[in-house]
């Protein structure tokens, strides 16, 4: 059988999901093509049951059972699943294909259905939109049920009594705390000297305090090695040493993702790495009528960060003519205990594309304002970080570690947007007492200093900003563009 569409999305998560949705609306013919359930990883086994299973967990967990708990985050992904499952199936101008997409030709598909009949698609655009899984390593001699991933892991029925959570970023960092709340003990390992290592050094710190303090054992620059049946002990390196984690009845996998490109991408001249296909800020490949958005590409890793890549790709194929903008600022929140979001790369970053001393960094605890004050806050329950330009006050990124913290972060994502100064932040009213106040304070702070050492200020300022470093220069060719990273 062969079909033709204006487009065909391949995937049907977050950003094929926002794509095919969204050039369908426009007029266009789509075929969304995908080989599992409709939602993607988000709804299916990411964003949704972990974020369930933190809220119930927090919430939930002395009054209803583990039991009830777990199903009752199941029935919020099943019922989030069908709602998007009916929109799609009510869109006009969109057919959902199941199942699995690869690249016979450079405009051409073939889709293989669950039943294992072949359909040959072909479409003037194409969208890639087919995210990534987590990357599984071998731990010798495991068996195979005692190894979990995000796949896994919300099928459980009842809570491990040992739970080792491999690897401490985002994910391993979130289900850390909720499995130790539903009443697992906890082992988090985590390979690199400190957990969350992609964020400023000062989040990692707190949230080993946390983890502490909720009786989560951590160990740092640790790899899982073996596991041992008979003692159920899982062994790990350390420093070259052997250290033996005793008692775990199941390991999470959670060391990192990797991109799904099995689609026979050599049909076609879609340049990937191992990190993913290689787009454009518009989410052109190196084929122009191939697209790809989301976990797939090398640009993104998050829910919001493939819808919005996505929505710039439904602009280039449906309005080629409009001009596209500035790619937009992507913000990040790990969703641990404080919250914690960021906008902007950490500060070990922005000393490669800034001279150190161009940078000016305000540090200002929950505690230092009134609603942290009433809460009874102290020094280990959160902060608000800010790194801006010397004098000029560009705010180049921020870190809020804070009850709430996604919901702040939008604020400075709009800064950043924006191009906004410190000195517009410092004039902005807050009402009072919250604990956003903190990012006020900071650019306070920010404003007194440079005011009481103006001439300081001034001197180092324009010294250094004539002496900026060439690669800065090559990646921020007007000294004044926004810092703009992947989600
Ligand atoms: C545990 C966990 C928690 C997370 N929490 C958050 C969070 O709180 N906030 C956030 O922003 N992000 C979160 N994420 C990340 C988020 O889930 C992903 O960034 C997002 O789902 C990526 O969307 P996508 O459209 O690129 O891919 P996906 O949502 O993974 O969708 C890809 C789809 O393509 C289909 N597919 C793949 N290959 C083919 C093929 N050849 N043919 C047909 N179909 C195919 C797959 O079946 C899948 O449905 C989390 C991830 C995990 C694992």
Avoid at 282 to 299: K, L, M
Avoid at 309 to 326: D, E, K, M, V, Y
Wanted: proline fraction near 6%; glycine fraction near 10%.
């Amino acid at each position: 059988m062969t079909a033709s569409f204006d487009a065909i999305v391949i995937g049907a998560g977050s950003g094929g999901l926002t794509a095919a949705i969204g050039l369908a609306r426009l007029g266009r013919k789509v075929g969304l093509v995908e080989r599992g359930n409709v939602g993607g990883d988000c709804t299916n086994v990411g964003c949704i049951p972990s974020k369930a299973l933190i809220h119930l967990s927090a919430h939930h967990a002395g009054s209803a059972g583990t039991e009830d708990l777990l199903e009752r985050v199941r029935r919020l992904r099943d019922h989030l699943r069908q709602e998007e499952t009916t929109l799609v199936s009510e869109t006009p101008n969109l057919t959902l294909l199941p199942g699995h997409a690869r690249f016979s030709g450079r405009r051409e598909l073939m889709v293989t259905a669950p039943d294992g009949s072949r359909t040959r698609l072909s479409a003037r655009d194409i969208v890639i939109a087919t995210g990534s899984s987590p990357v599984r390593f071998p731990v010798p001699g495991a068996r195979e049920e005692r190894l979990l991933t995000n796949e896994s892991l919300f099928e459980l029925e009842e809570a491990p009594e040992h739970l080792a959570v491999v690897g401490g970023g985002a994910i391993g960092v979130e289900m850390a705390f909720a499995w130790r709340r539903l009443g697992s003990r906890v082992t988090l390992v985590e390979g690199a000297r400190r957990i969350l290592p992609a964020l400023e050094p000062r989040v990692g710190e707190l949230i080993a305090a946390r983890l502490a303090e909720a009786g989560i054992s951590l160990v740092t620059g640790a790899f899982a090695r073996s596991y041992h049946e008979e003692s159920r002990s899982l062994e790990l390196e350390r420093d070259g040493a052997s250290a033996r984690v005793p008692e775990v009845d199941k390991i999470l996998l959670a060391v990192g993702r990797r991109p799904n490109i099995d689609l026979d991408l050599d049909a076609t001249g879609v340049e990937a790495t191992p990190a993913g296909i290689i787009i454009d800020s518009a989410g052109r490949t190196t084929e122009p009528h191939i697209y790809a958005v989301g976990d797939v590409t090398t640009s993104s890793a998050s829910t919001h960060g493939a819808n919005a890549l996505a929505r710039r790709t439904i602009q280039r194929i449906a309005f080629p003519w409009l001009p596209l903008g500035p790619a937009p600022v992507v913000p990040a929140a790990v969703f641990s205990d404080p919250e914690v979001a960021y906008v902007g790369p950490p500060l070990a970053e922005l000393r490669k594309r800034y001279p150190a001393d161009l940078i000016v960094t305000l540090n200002v605890g929950l505690n230092g304002t009134d609603r942290g004050y009433v809460m009874g806050l102290d020094d280990r329950s959160g902060f608000v970080t800010i790194h801006a330009l010397r004098l000029s006050g560009r705010i180049l990124s921020a870190t809020v570690a804070s009850p709430g913290a996604g919901e702040m972060i939008p604020l400075l994502t709009l800064a950043l947007e924006r191009r906004m100064r410190l000195y517009g932040v410092s004039r902005l009213v807050f009402p009072y007492p919250v604990l956003a106040e903190a990012i006020k304070k900071a650019a306070d702070t920010f404003l007194y200093d440079t005011f009481q050492n103006l001439k300081t200020e001034l001197t180092t300022y324009l010294r250094l900003r004539w002496r900026r470093p060439m690669a800065v220069a090559a990646l921020d060719p007007e000294g004044s563009a926004p810092v703009r990273v992947p989600g």
